[in-house]
Protein backbone atom coordinates (compact mmCIF):
# COMPACT_ATOMS: atom_id res chain seq x y z
CA UNK A 1 0.00 0.00 0.00
CA UNK A 2 1.19 3.59 -0.60
CA UNK A 3 2.87 5.50 2.25
CA UNK A 4 2.00 8.66 3.13
CA UNK A 5 4.17 11.54 1.87
CA UNK A 6 6.86 12.10 4.09
CA UNK A 7 6.18 14.85 6.90
CA UNK A 8 2.48 14.31 6.79
CA UNK A 9 0.93 15.65 9.96
CA UNK A 10 -0.84 13.29 11.95
CA UNK A 11 -2.82 15.03 14.78
CA UNK A 12 -5.99 15.33 17.13
CA UNK A 13 -8.21 18.20 17.29
CA UNK A 14 -10.32 20.28 19.93
CA UNK A 15 -11.91 23.73 20.74
CA UNK A 16 -12.39 25.66 23.70
CA UNK A 17 -15.21 25.83 24.52
CA UNK A 18 -15.96 22.44 24.02
CA UNK A 19 -13.03 20.97 26.65
CA UNK A 20 -11.56 24.01 28.97
CA UNK A 21 -14.35 24.51 31.50
CA UNK A 22 -12.71 27.36 34.04
CA UNK A 23 -15.36 29.89 32.09
CA UNK A 24 -14.52 32.32 35.30
CA UNK A 25 -11.48 31.61 35.75
CA UNK A 26 -8.23 34.38 35.17
CA UNK A 27 -10.40 37.12 33.83
CA UNK A 28 -12.61 35.11 30.98
CA UNK A 29 -15.68 36.80 29.58
CA UNK A 30 -18.52 35.42 28.67
CA UNK A 31 -19.12 34.02 25.46
CA UNK A 32 -22.15 33.48 23.08
CA UNK A 33 -22.21 29.70 23.99
CA UNK A 34 -22.12 30.31 27.97
CA UNK A 35 -25.47 32.43 26.90
CA UNK A 36 -26.79 29.73 24.98
CA UNK A 37 -25.94 26.74 26.64
CA UNK A 38 -27.52 28.51 30.17
CA UNK A 39 -30.62 29.39 28.36
CA UNK A 40 -33.27 26.35 29.32
CA UNK A 41 -33.88 24.70 26.51
CA UNK A 42 -31.11 25.00 24.19
CA UNK A 43 -28.73 22.02 24.97
CA UNK A 44 -30.03 18.63 25.82
CA UNK A 45 -30.11 18.04 29.96
CA UNK A 46 -29.10 21.29 30.34
CA UNK A 47 -25.27 20.72 29.68
CA UNK A 48 -22.89 23.89 29.37
CA UNK A 49 -18.95 23.96 29.23
CA UNK A 50 -18.44 25.65 32.51
CA UNK A 51 -16.37 22.63 33.44
CA UNK A 52 -16.55 20.51 30.45
CA UNK A 53 -12.98 18.40 30.60
CA UNK A 54 -11.68 20.77 32.59
CA UNK A 55 -8.49 20.82 30.30
CA UNK A 56 -7.50 24.43 31.39
CA UNK A 57 -6.54 23.23 34.54
CA UNK A 58 -5.58 19.59 33.12
CA UNK A 59 -3.77 20.29 29.75
CA UNK A 60 -0.29 19.02 30.62
CA UNK A 61 -1.81 15.43 31.14
CA UNK A 62 -3.67 15.88 27.96
CA UNK A 63 -0.52 16.84 25.98
CA UNK A 64 1.10 13.63 27.86
CA UNK A 65 -1.64 11.38 26.21
CA UNK A 66 -1.12 12.94 22.81
CA UNK A 67 3.06 12.55 23.42
CA UNK A 68 2.39 8.78 24.43
CA UNK A 69 0.15 8.16 21.34
CA UNK A 70 2.96 9.42 19.25
CA UNK A 71 0.96 12.04 17.34
CA UNK A 72 3.25 15.05 15.92
CA UNK A 73 0.84 17.87 16.24
CA UNK A 74 -2.27 18.92 17.98
CA UNK A 75 -4.98 21.46 16.62
CA UNK A 76 -6.65 23.72 19.55
CA UNK A 77 -8.51 26.78 19.25
CA UNK A 78 -8.41 30.18 21.45
CA UNK A 79 -11.09 31.10 22.93
CA UNK A 80 -11.34 35.42 21.83
CA UNK A 81 -12.95 36.03 25.73
CA UNK A 82 -10.15 35.06 27.12
CA UNK A 83 -7.88 36.92 25.79
CA UNK A 84 -10.25 39.87 25.00
CA UNK A 85 -12.82 39.59 27.58
CA UNK A 86 -15.14 42.55 26.05
CA UNK A 87 -14.11 41.63 22.71
CA UNK A 88 -12.16 44.87 21.86
CA UNK A 89 -9.37 47.04 23.07
CA UNK A 90 -7.94 45.41 26.37
CA UNK A 91 -5.97 42.63 26.61
CA UNK A 92 -6.32 40.08 29.13
CA UNK A 93 -2.72 39.00 29.70
CA UNK A 94 -3.93 35.82 32.33
CA UNK A 95 -5.83 34.20 29.54
CA UNK A 96 -3.63 35.19 26.48
CA UNK A 97 -0.77 32.82 29.06
CA UNK A 98 -2.84 30.34 28.87
CA UNK A 99 -1.96 29.39 25.74
CA UNK A 100 1.49 30.31 25.91
CA UNK A 101 1.83 27.83 28.53
CA UNK A 102 0.27 24.89 26.40
CA UNK A 103 1.83 26.12 22.75
CA UNK A 104 5.22 25.38 25.58
CA UNK A 105 4.16 22.36 26.37
CA UNK A 106 3.41 20.60 23.47
CA UNK A 107 6.75 22.02 22.27
CA UNK A 108 8.37 20.32 24.87
CA UNK A 109 6.45 16.86 23.81
CA UNK A 110 7.42 17.40 20.41
CA UNK A 111 4.37 18.05 18.78
CA UNK A 112 3.07 21.15 16.30
CA UNK A 113 0.78 23.29 17.97
CA UNK A 114 -2.19 24.19 15.47
CA UNK A 115 -4.11 27.11 16.16
CA UNK A 116 -7.28 28.15 15.46
CA UNK A 117 -8.63 31.86 16.56
CA UNK A 118 -12.48 31.28 16.15
CA UNK A 119 -14.34 28.06 17.09
CA UNK A 120 -17.82 29.73 17.66
CA UNK A 121 -17.01 31.32 21.06
CA UNK A 122 -17.77 34.76 20.12
CA UNK A 123 -17.66 37.15 23.50
CA UNK A 124 -21.21 38.02 24.54
CA UNK A 125 -19.86 41.70 24.27
CA UNK A 126 -19.67 41.86 20.82
CA UNK A 127 -22.70 39.78 20.47
CA UNK A 128 -24.47 42.55 22.33
CA UNK A 129 -23.16 44.68 19.41
CA UNK A 130 -24.47 42.43 17.33
CA UNK A 131 -21.83 39.95 16.55
CA UNK A 132 -20.97 38.98 13.15
CA UNK A 133 -24.32 40.29 11.81
CA UNK A 134 -22.29 43.69 12.40
CA UNK A 135 -19.54 44.41 9.96
CA UNK A 136 -17.21 45.85 13.10
CA UNK A 137 -16.97 42.52 14.14
CA UNK A 138 -15.04 41.65 11.46
CA UNK A 139 -12.77 44.57 12.09
CA UNK A 140 -12.55 43.19 16.34
CA UNK A 141 -11.49 39.64 14.97
CA UNK A 142 -8.38 41.64 13.01
CA UNK A 143 -7.69 43.95 16.04
CA UNK A 144 -7.82 40.26 18.45
CA UNK A 145 -5.77 37.69 15.16
CA UNK A 146 -3.08 40.36 15.46
CA UNK A 147 -2.74 40.13 19.38
CA UNK A 148 -2.76 36.31 19.18
CA UNK A 149 -0.60 35.94 16.38
CA UNK A 150 2.29 38.24 18.21
CA UNK A 151 2.32 36.24 20.80
CA UNK A 152 1.97 32.96 19.76
CA UNK A 153 2.72 32.80 16.06
CA UNK A 154 6.72 32.30 16.82
CA UNK A 155 5.46 29.18 18.12
CA UNK A 156 2.73 28.14 16.37
CA UNK A 157 3.09 25.96 13.04
CA UNK A 158 0.13 27.03 11.58
CA UNK A 159 -3.12 29.22 12.35
CA UNK A 160 -6.65 28.63 11.42
CA UNK A 161 -8.68 31.92 11.45
CA UNK A 162 -12.42 30.44 11.94
CA UNK A 163 -13.61 27.01 12.21
CA UNK A 164 -16.86 26.03 9.86
CA UNK A 165 -17.75 29.66 8.88
CA UNK A 166 -20.87 27.89 7.07
CA UNK A 167 -22.04 25.75 10.38
CA UNK A 168 -21.72 28.89 12.47
CA UNK A 169 -23.71 30.64 9.79
CA UNK A 170 -26.17 28.08 9.20
CA UNK A 171 -26.58 26.62 12.37
CA UNK A 172 -26.24 30.18 14.91
CA UNK A 173 -27.50 32.50 12.36
CA UNK A 174 -30.03 30.64 10.22
CA UNK A 175 -31.82 28.22 12.13
CA UNK A 176 -30.78 28.75 15.32
CA UNK A 177 -29.90 25.63 17.22
CA UNK A 178 -26.12 27.03 18.20
CA UNK A 179 -25.15 30.48 19.73
CA UNK A 180 -26.10 32.71 18.93
CA UNK A 181 -29.86 31.10 18.32
CA UNK A 182 -30.53 33.59 15.24
CA UNK A 183 -33.45 32.18 13.08
CA UNK A 184 -33.11 34.46 10.22
CA UNK A 185 -33.04 32.11 7.54
CA UNK A 186 -31.05 33.65 4.44
CA UNK A 187 -31.63 36.89 5.91
CA UNK A 188 -28.30 35.68 8.14
CA UNK A 189 -26.57 36.55 5.09
CA UNK A 190 -24.68 39.64 6.51
CA UNK A 191 -22.95 36.57 8.95
CA UNK A 192 -21.44 35.06 6.20
CA UNK A 193 -20.21 38.18 4.73
CA UNK A 194 -18.91 39.48 7.54
CA UNK A 195 -17.02 36.47 8.93
CA UNK A 196 -15.09 36.07 5.74
CA UNK A 197 -14.51 39.81 5.61
CA UNK A 198 -12.75 38.92 9.15
CA UNK A 199 -11.31 35.94 8.03
CA UNK A 200 -9.42 38.40 5.00
CA UNK A 201 -8.13 41.18 7.69
CA UNK A 202 -7.13 38.17 9.77
CA UNK A 203 -5.02 36.76 7.92
CA UNK A 204 -3.16 40.19 6.65
CA UNK A 205 -3.08 40.56 10.68
CA UNK A 206 -1.18 37.58 11.20
CA UNK A 207 1.36 37.41 8.56
CA UNK A 208 2.33 41.09 10.35
CA UNK A 209 2.42 39.73 13.63
CA UNK A 210 5.32 37.18 11.73
CA UNK A 211 3.00 33.89 11.43
CA UNK A 212 3.89 31.60 8.54
CA UNK A 213 1.18 29.53 7.77
CA UNK A 214 -2.07 30.58 7.46
CA UNK A 215 -5.59 28.69 6.06
CA UNK A 216 -9.20 27.99 7.51
CA UNK A 217 -11.00 24.87 8.70
CA UNK A 218 -14.02 25.02 6.50
CA UNK A 219 -16.69 21.95 6.66
CA UNK A 220 -17.33 20.04 3.16
CA UNK A 221 -20.08 17.77 2.25
CA UNK A 222 -19.90 16.18 -1.55
CA UNK A 223 -23.75 16.58 -2.36
CA UNK A 224 -25.50 13.34 -3.47
CA UNK A 225 -28.78 13.10 -5.17
CA UNK A 226 -31.72 11.38 -3.17
CA UNK A 227 -34.03 12.11 -6.64
CA UNK A 228 -33.20 12.11 -10.17
CA UNK A 229 -36.06 14.68 -11.53
CA UNK A 230 -34.95 18.19 -12.74
CA UNK A 231 -36.08 19.86 -9.25
CA UNK A 232 -33.85 17.32 -7.52
CA UNK A 233 -30.90 18.26 -9.69
CA UNK A 234 -31.99 21.99 -9.16
CA UNK A 235 -32.02 21.43 -5.34
CA UNK A 236 -28.27 20.00 -5.13
CA UNK A 237 -26.80 23.35 -7.27
CA UNK A 238 -28.38 25.45 -4.43
CA UNK A 239 -26.74 22.78 -1.66
CA UNK A 240 -23.87 22.69 -2.94
CA UNK A 241 -23.27 26.54 -3.78
CA UNK A 242 -23.83 27.50 -0.19
CA UNK A 243 -22.37 24.51 1.80
CA UNK A 244 -19.28 23.82 -0.42
CA UNK A 245 -18.97 27.03 -2.81
CA UNK A 246 -19.93 30.02 -0.78
CA UNK A 247 -16.51 30.06 1.86
CA UNK A 248 -14.47 28.84 -0.37
CA UNK A 249 -14.67 30.91 -3.76
CA UNK A 250 -14.70 34.17 -2.03
CA UNK A 251 -10.83 33.02 -0.84
CA UNK A 252 -9.55 31.46 -3.50
CA UNK A 253 -11.24 33.25 -6.75
CA UNK A 254 -12.08 36.28 -5.20
CA UNK A 255 -15.74 36.08 -5.94
CA UNK A 256 -18.89 34.84 -4.84
CA UNK A 257 -20.60 31.68 -6.55
CA UNK A 258 -23.04 32.81 -8.56
CA UNK A 259 -25.70 30.74 -7.28
CA UNK A 260 -25.31 31.77 -3.91
CA UNK A 261 -26.08 35.58 -4.77
CA UNK A 262 -28.90 34.37 -6.46
CA UNK A 263 -30.65 32.46 -3.54
CA UNK A 264 -30.16 35.48 -1.32
CA UNK A 265 -30.91 38.18 -3.61
CA UNK A 266 -34.04 35.67 -4.01
CA UNK A 267 -34.75 35.95 -0.71
CA UNK A 268 -34.29 40.01 -0.38
CA UNK A 269 -31.57 41.74 -2.73
CA UNK A 270 -30.95 44.45 -0.17
CA UNK A 271 -28.93 42.06 1.61
CA UNK A 272 -26.40 41.71 -1.10
CA UNK A 273 -25.85 45.79 0.27
CA UNK A 274 -23.14 44.53 3.20
CA UNK A 275 -20.57 43.61 0.42
CA UNK A 276 -18.91 46.96 -0.28
CA UNK A 277 -16.29 47.61 -2.63
CA UNK A 278 -12.97 46.11 -1.55
CA UNK A 279 -14.40 43.17 0.23
CA UNK A 280 -13.80 40.53 -2.17
CA UNK A 281 -10.30 41.99 -2.15
CA UNK A 282 -9.78 41.34 1.04
CA UNK A 283 -11.22 37.86 1.45
CA UNK A 284 -8.72 36.36 -1.40
CA UNK A 285 -5.77 36.96 0.97
CA UNK A 286 -3.24 34.08 -0.33
CA UNK A 287 -3.58 30.95 1.90
CA UNK A 288 -0.64 28.66 2.38
CA UNK A 289 -3.52 25.52 3.46
CA UNK A 290 -7.09 24.52 3.07
CA UNK A 291 -8.54 23.26 6.36
CA UNK A 292 -11.28 20.23 5.98
CA UNK A 293 -13.95 18.79 7.91
CA UNK A 294 -15.48 16.64 6.65
CA UNK A 295 -18.50 14.51 8.46
CA UNK A 296 -20.84 12.95 5.51
CA UNK A 297 -22.18 14.05 2.13
CA UNK A 298 -25.38 16.31 1.87
CA UNK A 299 -28.33 13.57 0.00
CA UNK A 300 -30.66 16.57 -1.18
CA UNK A 301 -33.51 15.82 -3.19
CA UNK A 302 -36.25 18.86 -3.44
CA UNK A 303 -38.87 19.33 -0.68
CA UNK A 304 -40.94 21.99 1.28
CA UNK A 305 -37.73 22.71 3.25
CA UNK A 306 -35.67 25.68 3.40
CA UNK A 307 -34.24 26.13 0.44
CA UNK A 308 -37.09 24.05 -1.38
CA UNK A 309 -34.53 21.20 -0.20
CA UNK A 310 -35.22 18.33 1.60
CA UNK A 311 -32.30 16.09 3.51
CA UNK A 312 -32.35 12.50 3.44
CA UNK A 313 -30.51 9.72 4.86
CA UNK A 314 -28.46 7.90 2.57
CA UNK A 315 -29.53 3.91 2.28
CA UNK A 316 -27.89 0.70 3.04
CA UNK A 317 -25.23 2.72 5.62
CA UNK A 318 -23.52 2.14 9.05
CA UNK A 319 -24.25 5.08 11.10
CA UNK A 320 -22.72 7.10 13.84
CA UNK A 321 -24.67 7.41 17.29
CA UNK A 322 -25.32 10.80 15.90
CA UNK A 323 -26.84 9.08 13.03
CA UNK A 324 -24.49 10.56 10.69
CA UNK A 325 -24.01 7.93 8.20
CA UNK A 326 -20.11 6.07 7.47
CA UNK A 327 -19.36 7.49 4.15
CA UNK A 328 -15.81 7.23 3.71
CA UNK A 329 -15.46 7.74 -0.07
CA UNK A 330 -17.21 11.14 0.32
CA UNK A 331 -13.88 12.19 1.96
CA UNK A 332 -11.98 11.17 -0.81
CA UNK A 333 -14.70 13.13 -3.49
CA UNK A 334 -14.73 16.36 -1.17
CA UNK A 335 -10.49 15.96 -1.35
CA UNK A 336 -9.89 15.98 -5.26
CA UNK A 337 -13.10 17.45 -5.78
CA UNK A 338 -11.46 20.69 -4.02
CA UNK A 339 -8.44 20.28 -6.35
CA UNK A 340 -10.89 20.04 -9.48
CA UNK A 341 -12.58 22.97 -8.60
CA UNK A 342 -9.66 24.87 -7.94
CA UNK A 343 -6.81 23.49 -9.98
CA UNK A 344 -2.93 25.21 -9.51
CA UNK A 345 -5.17 27.33 -7.36
CA UNK A 346 -6.10 25.25 -5.02
CA UNK A 347 -4.01 25.44 -1.34
CA UNK A 348 -2.63 22.37 0.07
CA UNK A 349 -5.22 20.19 1.98
CA UNK A 350 -5.05 19.54 5.48
CA UNK A 351 -8.13 16.97 6.78
CA UNK A 352 -8.77 19.23 10.31
CA UNK A 353 -11.13 16.93 11.72
CA UNK A 354 -12.71 13.26 11.05
CA UNK A 355 -14.38 11.40 13.24
CA UNK A 356 -17.49 9.38 14.66
CA UNK A 357 -19.22 9.74 18.51
CA UNK A 358 -20.01 6.31 19.76
CA UNK A 359 -21.83 4.94 22.65
CA UNK A 360 -18.52 4.43 24.26
CA UNK A 361 -18.77 2.47 27.92
CA UNK A 362 -15.79 1.38 29.76
CA UNK A 363 -15.90 -1.83 30.62
CA UNK A 364 -15.01 -3.69 34.07
CA UNK A 365 -11.30 -4.41 32.94
CA UNK A 366 -11.32 -0.76 32.12
CA UNK A 367 -10.96 -1.04 28.31
CA UNK A 368 -13.46 0.71 26.01
CA UNK A 369 -14.37 -1.40 23.06
CA UNK A 370 -14.75 1.13 20.00
CA UNK A 371 -14.25 -1.09 17.07
CA UNK A 372 -16.33 1.56 15.38
CA UNK A 373 -14.19 4.27 15.73
CA UNK A 374 -10.91 2.13 14.50
CA UNK A 375 -13.04 1.08 11.75
CA UNK A 376 -14.14 4.74 10.80
CA UNK A 377 -10.96 5.89 11.09
CA UNK A 378 -9.53 2.79 9.19
CA UNK A 379 -12.04 3.72 6.42
CA UNK A 380 -10.78 7.46 5.96
CA UNK A 381 -7.53 7.21 6.54
CA UNK A 382 -7.53 5.01 3.29
CA UNK A 383 -9.65 7.66 1.16
CA UNK A 384 -6.79 9.85 2.53
CA UNK A 385 -4.27 7.59 0.66
CA UNK A 386 -6.96 7.42 -2.56
CA UNK A 387 -7.16 10.84 -2.86
CA UNK A 388 -3.39 11.50 -3.08
CA UNK A 389 -3.22 8.68 -5.14
CA UNK A 390 -5.80 10.56 -7.71
CA UNK A 391 -3.86 14.13 -7.63
CA UNK A 392 -4.74 15.86 -4.44
CA UNK A 393 -2.59 17.39 -2.17
CA UNK A 394 -3.07 16.51 0.89
CA UNK A 395 -0.43 16.78 4.05
CA UNK A 396 -2.35 15.96 7.24
CA UNK A 397 -5.11 14.08 9.60
CA UNK A 398 -6.38 15.60 12.49
CA UNK A 399 -9.01 13.17 14.42
CA UNK A 400 -11.90 14.84 15.60
CA UNK A 401 -11.58 14.38 18.58
CA UNK A 402 -8.24 13.81 21.33
CA UNK A 403 -11.35 13.70 24.08
CA UNK A 404 -15.01 13.67 24.71
CA UNK A 405 -15.99 16.58 24.81
CA UNK A 406 -19.41 19.02 25.04
CA UNK A 407 -21.04 18.30 21.86
CA UNK A 408 -22.66 21.51 21.36
CA UNK A 409 -26.64 21.02 21.49
CA UNK A 410 -25.19 17.58 22.13
CA UNK A 411 -23.76 18.64 25.37
CA UNK A 412 -21.93 15.51 26.67
CA UNK A 413 -24.26 13.01 25.14
CA UNK A 414 -22.05 12.01 21.95
CA UNK A 415 -18.83 10.77 22.69
CA UNK A 416 -15.52 11.50 19.65
CA UNK A 417 -12.62 10.83 21.47
CA UNK A 418 -9.83 9.15 21.38
CA UNK A 419 -9.62 9.39 24.84
CA UNK A 420 -12.89 8.14 27.26
CA UNK A 421 -13.30 11.26 29.53
CA UNK A 422 -15.45 10.25 33.05
CA UNK A 423 -17.51 13.75 33.44
CA UNK A 424 -17.31 12.95 37.43
CA UNK A 425 -13.85 12.38 38.04
CA UNK A 426 -12.42 13.62 35.16
CA UNK A 427 -10.86 9.97 34.46
CA UNK A 428 -9.22 9.96 31.49
CA UNK A 429 -9.36 6.22 29.84
CA UNK A 430 -7.59 5.42 26.81
CA UNK A 431 -9.77 3.71 24.28
CA UNK A 432 -8.96 0.68 22.01
CA UNK A 433 -9.09 3.41 18.79
CA UNK A 434 -6.21 5.14 20.87
CA UNK A 435 -4.15 1.90 20.67
CA UNK A 436 -5.19 1.59 17.36
CA UNK A 437 -3.56 4.90 16.12
CA UNK A 438 -0.54 4.55 18.63
CA UNK A 439 0.43 1.34 16.95
CA UNK A 440 -0.70 2.77 13.34
CA UNK A 441 1.51 5.86 13.76
CA UNK A 442 4.19 3.29 14.99
CA UNK A 443 3.90 1.54 11.49
CA UNK A 444 3.85 4.64 9.59
CA UNK A 445 7.47 5.15 11.15
C1 LIG B 1 -17.71 19.98 13.72
O1 LIG B 1 -18.94 20.39 13.22
C2 LIG B 1 -17.23 20.99 14.71
O2 LIG B 1 -16.16 21.74 14.19
C3 LIG B 1 -16.86 20.41 16.03
O3 LIG B 1 -16.77 21.42 16.98
C4 LIG B 1 -17.87 19.35 16.40
O4 LIG B 1 -17.75 18.88 17.71
C5 LIG B 1 -17.70 18.21 15.43
O5 LIG B 1 -17.78 18.67 14.12
C6 LIG B 1 -18.69 17.06 15.62
O6 LIG B 1 -20.00 17.51 15.43
O7 LIG B 1 -27.07 14.57 9.43
O8 LIG B 1 -28.52 16.43 8.99
O9 LIG B 1 -27.77 15.97 11.25
C7 LIG B 1 -19.57 19.47 12.38
C8 LIG B 1 -20.77 20.04 11.67
C9 LIG B 1 -23.06 19.68 11.16
C10 LIG B 1 -21.47 18.02 10.52
C11 LIG B 1 -24.16 18.66 11.08
C12 LIG B 1 -22.55 17.00 10.40
C13 LIG B 1 -24.87 16.58 10.21
C14 LIG B 1 -26.12 17.02 9.53
N1 LIG B 1 -21.80 19.02 11.49
N2 LIG B 1 -23.83 17.61 10.13
S1 LIG B 1 -27.45 15.92 9.82
Given amino acids: MAQFPSGFVWGAATASYQIEGAVHEDGRGASIWDTFAHTPGKVKQGDTGDVACDHYHRFREDVALMRDLGLNAYRFSVAWPRVQPDGRGRVNAAGL ?9 LLAAGLQPWATLFHWDLPQALEDRGGWLARDTAHRFEEYAYVVGERLADRVTGFMTLNEPFIHFLLGHALGTH ?11 PAAHHQLLGHGLAVRALREAGANMV ?10 PAGDRDADLEAMGRVDALHNHLFTDPLIRGEYPALALDVVRGTDAALLDVIQPGDLTVMAAPLDFLGVNYYQPDYVRAGAGPLGVELGRI ?5 T ?43 PDGRVRDDFRIRYHEAHVD ?26 AEGFSQRFGLVHVDYATQARTPKDSYRWFQTFLKDQG
Fill in 383 to 408: AVRDAITQGAEVRGYFVWSLLDNFEW
Fill in 179 to 189: APGHTLGLHAF
Fill in 321 to 363: ASSWPVVPEGLTQTLTGLKARYGETCPPLYVTESGCSVRDVVG
Fill in 315 to 319: PDREY
Fill in 215 to 224: GIANNYAPVW
Fill in 97 to 105: AFYDRLVDE
